[in-house]
């Protein structure tokens, strides 16, 4: 079956099931804070509560580029079995944590682990799928995400029903068991499977040393444009996963248990039609000019500029809920074709690596905004900070036309 033309999608089916617990596991606490701070007396700060929901973030950035280096040179499945195995015991054991510190660490360790994933994953769906199907196959297996993020959402409303601990330890269950299916039916990819897919684009195949790779990378102009593209649109990324529901509780006066689902299922909804129109639009435009997943992306980020000053300024349910389908759209469309950009620029045995870096980077400034809008809660301009996250969207997304030219075709 692996030989098959079906496994490539088959691929994507074991990985969209990683990506649902990937981010379900890590969203679900944005959500359960009101239930927590009951028994944790710190969390009713929302200052500390952006430092736990921040650790994580700083680690898992710090890890990622290490990650993607540990990716391009060791079997992907085992790393990917190891990383939900462990991400999935510290979920388990969140659910019998009794301190702020003991939250803490393991919200760290769950940023070692859950770093793993991604690299590993992208660059084994885009050594499975040619230019014909890559979009959309990544597309595809980014939905796992935002459904792992709508369904984390429900924590609050797990919590509020039995109790917080009982959420955690029974995401973590089901993470644990699913760690044996991919056991089973996932499969590595070859080197000597692997085929030239581009044109005018020599495809290395054999590994080179970190420094070098490293020199490859950062003396390229264009993995620099790539990387700022990526890293911006980050900011307002991680402030609507993490900071979304808290917004839609204060600017529509619902409490967290109602606010928590709407928020990430809006998100998650629209964010499912995105990556697939964005995918499927990708792949055909590409074929016939060189930039069509640079328009593609671009087209999406767009959409994320108005719907981001209307969710910080609405206060009523139409108006808040219509601009967070409307981000979510944009934003599944520009997260759809970060990697297939990438592969227009990035040799296969760098694409780990070099996504490694770029998620070490967005993460950072993810950090850095979870980190700023807690304090931006406490002191009551949560909704106004939201509003200015466009205009730096804008800066970047005029970058990345201007600059980023691709010379492979149909990679």
Request: charged content about 10%.
């Given at each position: 079956m692996k030989n098959s033309k079906v496994y490539p999608w088959v691929v994507v089916a074991l990985l969209w099931g990683v990506a649902l617990l990937n981010y379900m596991d890590r969203q679900m606490?944005?959500?359960?804070?009101?239930?927590?701070?009951?028994?944790?007396?710190?969390?009713?700060?929302?200052?500390n509560f952006g430092y736990l929901m921040a650790i994580f973030l700083w680690i898992y950035g710090l890890m990622s580029p290490f990650a993607g280096i540990i990716a391009d040179r060791v079997n992907r499945k085992w790393l990917?079995?190891?990383?939900?195995?462990?991400?999935?015991?510290?979920?388990f054991a969140m659910g019998f944590a009794t301190t702020f510190d003991q939250l803490y660490w393991l919200r760290a360790v769950m940023g070692v682990s859950e770093a793993l994933y991604i690299p590993a994953g992208l660059s084994l769906i885009a050594d499975y799928h040619s230019s014909t199907t890559r979009s959309l196959a990544v597309g595809i297996h980014m939905t796992g995400l935002y459904m792992g993020q709508a369904l984390g959402g429900f924590g609050a409303t797990i919590a509020s029903t039995f109790s917080w601990h009982s959420a955690f330890q029974?995401?973590?269950?089901?993470?644990?068991?699913?760690?044996?299916i991919l056991i089973f039916f996932l499969k590595e990819k070859n080197e000597n499977e692997k085929k030239p897919d581009v044109i005018g684009y020599v495809q290395a195949t054999v590994k080179t040393s970190?420094?070098?790779?490293?020199?490859?990378l950062f003396t390229s102009f264009s993995f620099w444009i790539i990387l700022l593209y990526f890293a911006v649109p980050s900011l307002p990324g991680w402030a609507v996963k993490n900071w979304m529901p808290t917004l839609f509780a204060e600017n529509l006066s619902i409490d967290m248990a109602t606010a928590g689902p709407i928020a990430t299922i809006t998100i998650a909804v629209s964010s499912f039609f995105g990556v697939i129109v964005g995918g499927l639009m990708s792949d055909r435009w590409v074929q016939k000019n060189i930039r069509g997943r640079i328009y593609t992306s671009a087209l999406g980020l767009g959409l994320t500029i108005p719907a981001l000053i209307l969710i910080g300024s609405g206060h009523s349910m139409f108006n808040v809920i219509g601009a967070a389908f409307c981000f979510g759209f944009g934003y599944g469309m520009f997260d759809a074709n970060n990697m297939p950009i990438l592969c227009q620029f990035v040799a296969t045995n760098q694409r780990a690596t070099a996504y490694g870096i770029m998620n070490m980077t967005g993460v950072f400034f993810g950090a850095w905004i979870t980190d700023w809008l807690g304090k931006s809660t406490d002191a009551g301009h949560l909704g106004k900070d939201f509003t200015w996250l466009g205009s730096i969207v804008l800066v970047t997304?005029?970058?990345?036309?201007?600059?980023?030219?691709?010379?492979?075709?149909?990679?």
């Open positions: 606490l944005s959500t359960m804070r009101p239930s927590m701070q009951l028994d944790i007396e710190e969390l009713q700060s929302a200052a990917i079995v190891f990383s939900l195995l462990v991400w999935s015991g510290v979920t029974s995401f973590g269950l089901v993470g644990i068991s699913y760690s044996f970190v420094s070098k790779g490293f020199k490859l997304l005029a970058i990345q036309l201007f600059f980023l030219k691709p010379t492979v075709s149909k990679t």
